[in-house]
């Protein structure tokens, strides 16, 4: 059983050493351990570090691509140097690194497909009130939206069985951690919480630069992945709506008509013709949605048993 533990980094010379130094070189049930940095085009000596620790595999990037396209690059790698299992962790030291123990356990146990450590979002001294609020709002939407207990979705400790690893693909260039969250439902991937501790960052977060601009990338994202894993769901409950709408504009036309007072209103019957016109063309987009759904599904099938055959 061979475990990757994958670390994208971009300019990380000073966290890196003291994140590589803190892996764990033997876990129960795990017969090899490498380390795979991914780097994102650098301008530091953050390569140079990684090969001063003798860190096995190494992938370069000419420029900076971003942390969705670097996570994506790590995954391929691994597969194709054949690892059961797939630890991707931060290299800022965030997460503490004997918990990848208890983050593939469920893995090894055959009870997950992808573990995601949750991490102690209310006793992080560096997160502010709103950001903690905004950390549980944010991850509660994305658990009515994909149908999956994820405690912490923005956490990047997690843990991918091989399978799962195949199966996944990333098309926003912002975050991975989002979609993968949503599509995983959709293609039977078992996702599973498990508490994990953190350390002190030395830094702050890339991602994040400022609230605002999380908040809005975020919410882009969110809506992006509903509406290309949940197509129809999408578009029904915005035409059911509509249809609704337009319905009770309808109905009160109606009654204002046949107690003799329709004339006056008949700019309900405009606007309720117009929104159920609206509505229908609406549901009738996400059955058309779901048809392209369904096709990619194929595509992604046939995209999986591609690689299985190319990483035997």
Same mark, same amino acid.
Request: positive net charge.
């Given at each position: 059983?061979?475990?990757?533990?994958?670390?994208?980094?971009?300019?990380?010379?000073?966290?890196?050493?003291?994140?590589?130094?803190?892996?764990?070189?033997?876990?129960?049930?795990?017969?090899?351990?490498?380390?795979?940095?991914?780097?994102?085009?650098?301008?530091?000596?953050?390569?140079?570090?990684?090969?001063?620790?003798?860190?096995?595999?190494?992938?370069?990037?000419?420029?900076?691509?971003?942390?969705?396209?670097?996570?994506?690059?790590?995954?391929?790698?691994?597969?194709?140097?054949?690892?059961?299992?797939?630890?991707?962790?931060?290299?800022?030291?965030?997460?503490?690194?004997?918990?990848?123990?208890? !983050? #593939?356990?469920?893995? @090894?146990?055959?009870?997950?497909?992808?573990?995601? %450590?949750?991490?102690? *979002?209310?006793?992080?001294? /560096?997160?502010?009130?709103?950001?903690?609020?905004?950390?549980?709002?944010?991850?509660?939407?994305?658990?009515?939206?994909?149908?999956?207990?994820?405690?912490?979705?923005?956490?990047?400790?997690?843990?991918?069985?091989?399978?799962?690893?195949?199966?996944?693909?990333?098309?926003?260039?912002?975050?991975?951690?989002?979609?993968?969250?949503?599509?995983?439902?959709?293609?039977?991937?078992?996702?599973?919480?498990?508490?994990?501790?953190?350390?002190?960052?030395?830094?702050?977060?890339?991602?994040?630069?400022?609230?605002?601009?999380?908040?809005?990338?975020?919410?882009?994202?969110?809506?992006?992945?509903?509406?290309?894993?949940?197509?129809?769901?999408?578009?029904? !409950? #915005?035409?059911?709506? @509509?249809?609704?709408?337009?319905?009770?504009?309808? %109905?009160?036309?109606? *009654?204002?008509?046949?107690? /003799?007072?329709?004339?006056?209103?008949?700019?309900?019957?405009?606007?309720?013709?117009?929104?159920?016109?609206?509505?229908?063309?609406?549901?009738?987009?996400?059955?058309?949605?779901?048809?392209?759904?369904?096709?990619?599904?194929?595509?992604?099938?046939?995209?999986?048993?591609?690689?299985?055959?190319?990483?035997?």
């Amino acid at each position: 059983m061979k475990l990757i533990i994958q670390i994208p980094c971009y300019n990380e010379e000073i966290a890196l050493p003291v994140t590589l130094s803190e892996l764990p070189e033997k876990i129960e049930g795990i017969d090899e351990i490498e380390v795979l940095v991914i780097d994102d085009g650098s301008t530091d000596r953050t390569v140079e570090i990684a090969k001063s620790y003798n860190v096995k595999h190494i992938v370069t990037s000419t420029h900076h691509r971003g942390l969705a396209r670097t996570f994506m690059a790590g995954i391929q790698k691994s597969i194709a140097e054949g690892a059961d299992i797939i630890v991707n962790t931060d290299a800022d030291n965030q997460y503490n690194a004997e918990d990848i123990q208890k !983050i #593939i356990k469920p893995i @090894l146990d055959k009870k997950a497909d992808i573990v995601i %450590g949750a991490r102690p *979002i209310k006793d992080i001294e /560096g997160f502010s009130k709103l950001k903690k609020f905004l950390q549980f709002f944010g991850s509660k939407v994305v658990r009515l939206l994909s149908g999956s207990a994820t405690d912490d979705v923005p956490s990047g400790f997690r843990a991918f069985s091989r399978d799962a690893a195949m199966a996944i693909n990333v098309f926003d260039n912002y975050t991975y951690t989002i979609e993968t969250v949503i599509q995983s439902k959709t293609k039977g991937l078992h996702i599973e919480s498990v508490p994990i501790r953190v350390n002190s960052c030395y830094r702050k977060s890339r991602l994040v630069k400022n609230l605002f601009t999380y908040i809005q990338k975020n919410s882009f994202t969110i809506l992006r992945m509903f509406i290309i894993y949940r197509p129809f769901r999408f578009f029904a !409950i #915005i035409g059911g709506l @509509l249809l609704l709408a337009g319905l009770f504009l309808m %109905g009160r036309f109606l *009654i204002y008509y046949f107690i /003799g007072s329709g004339n006056g209103h008949i700019q309900s019957l405009i606007i309720s013709s117009i929104l159920l016109i609206t509505g229908f063309q609406t549901c009738v987009f996400g059955v058309l949605a779901d048809l392209l759904a369904i096709n990619r599904k194929l595509i992604e099938d046939v995209q999986i048993r591609t690689k299985r055959l190319e990483n035997k």
